[in-house]
C-alpha cells in the first residue's frame, strides 16, 4: 500500500508561472519529508527538505509547504524555468533509526512536470 | 569528482542466471542504499547499510543479496534473475546513517530479465 501518494502524474506550465506539486501519506509517524528532481537516465537530485517541526521551507525559487493535519505537503517553484522539466519525487521517512527504528524512506511515484518556453 | 557510480548501465539476463551490480562512491559517505525503480511506482529500497561492515533489509530485499565490500562500495546481487526484477536499480549514498540525510543518488542500471 502506497503510504507517500502524488496523485497527478504530469503537470505542465508555462515559464514564468508558479508550478504546483503535490503530495500526500497516510503514515502519521513520517516526520520528515524530501523532494528529489530527476531527469531522464539519471538518479535523482535532492532538492528541498522539511521537518515536521516547520510549516515552510524555502531555498530560492523552490518552498515546501507541509499541512500536518491534511497530512498534505507540496512544492512551489517561482517562477518556473524550462531547465526545472523533469520528474519530482515526494519521500517521506519516520525519524532517526536510533529514536524509531525506522529503516526505510517512502518515495511517491512522481509528478512529470514540463514548463512550456 | 564522480560521486556515486553504477555498472554496468544496462544489463540482458535469461530467467535463472545472476549477476552482481556494482556501486561505488568517492564522497566518505558512511551511508549506502540500493533502489529499484518500477514504472508507475515510486523508488523502493532493497538494503541499505548503515556503515561499513553492516547490512539491513530494507522494504523489497526478496530474491536479493550485498555486500558491503568497504566503505566505497555496494554491491548487490541476484542469484536467480526472475522476469519481476526487470527494473532499474540505483545506488545512493548519504554521510552517516539515518533516512533524514540528503542521498546521493547514481545514474542507474537499467536490468531486462528475459
Known amino acids: 500500500d502506497q503510504q507517500v501518494k502524488q496523485n497527478s502524474p504530469s503537470l505542465s506550465v508555462q515559464e514564468g508561472r508558479i508550478s504546483i506539486l503535490n503530495c500526500d501519506y497516510t503514515n502519521s509517524m513520517f516526520d520528515y519529508f524530501l523532494w528529489y528532481k530527476k531527469y531522464p537516465a539519471e538518479g535523482p537530485t535532492f532538492l528541498i527538505s522539511i521537518s515536521s517541526i516547520k510549516d515552510k521551507n524555502e531555498d530560492g525559487r523552490f518552498t515546501v509547504f507541509l499541512n500536518k493535519s491534511a497530512k498534505h505537503l507540496s512544492l512551489h517553484i517561482v517562477p518556473s524555468q524550462p531547465g526545472d522539466s523533469a520528474v519530482y519525487f515526494c519521500?517521506?521517512?519516520?525519524?532517526?533509526?536510533?529514536?524509531?527504528?525506522?529503516?526505510?524512506?517512502?518515495f511517491g511515484t512522481g509528478t512529470r512536470l514540463t514548463v512550456i518556453p | 569528482n564522480a560521486g556515486v557510480t553504477q555498472t554496468p548501465k544496462f544489463q540482458v539476463l535469461k530467467t535463472g542466471q545472476s549477476m552482481t551490480l556494482q556501486c561505488a562512491q568517492d564522497?566518505?559517505?558512511?551511508?549506502m542504499y540500493w533502489y529499484r525503480q518500477d514504472p508507475g511506482m515510486g523508488l523502493r529500497l532493497i538494503y541499505y547499510s548503515a556503515s561499513e561492515g553492516t547490512t539491513d533489509k530494507g522494504e523489497v530485499p526478496n530474491g536479493y543479496n550485498v555486500s558491503r565490500l568497504n566503505k566505497r562500495e555496494f554491491s548487490l546481487r541476484l542469484e536467480s534473475a526472475a522476469p519481476s526484477q526487470t527494473s532499474v536499480y540505483f545506488c545512493a549514498s548519504s554521510l552517516a546513517g539515518g533516512f533524514q540525510e540528503t542521498q546521493y543518488f547514481g545514474p542507474g542500471t537499467r536490468l531486462l530479465v528475459l
Open positions: 519521500a517521506a521517512s519516520e525519524g532517526l533509526p536510533e529514536q524509531t527504528g525506522a529503516n526505510n524512506l517512502f
Open positions: 564522497m566518505n559517505h558512511n551511508s
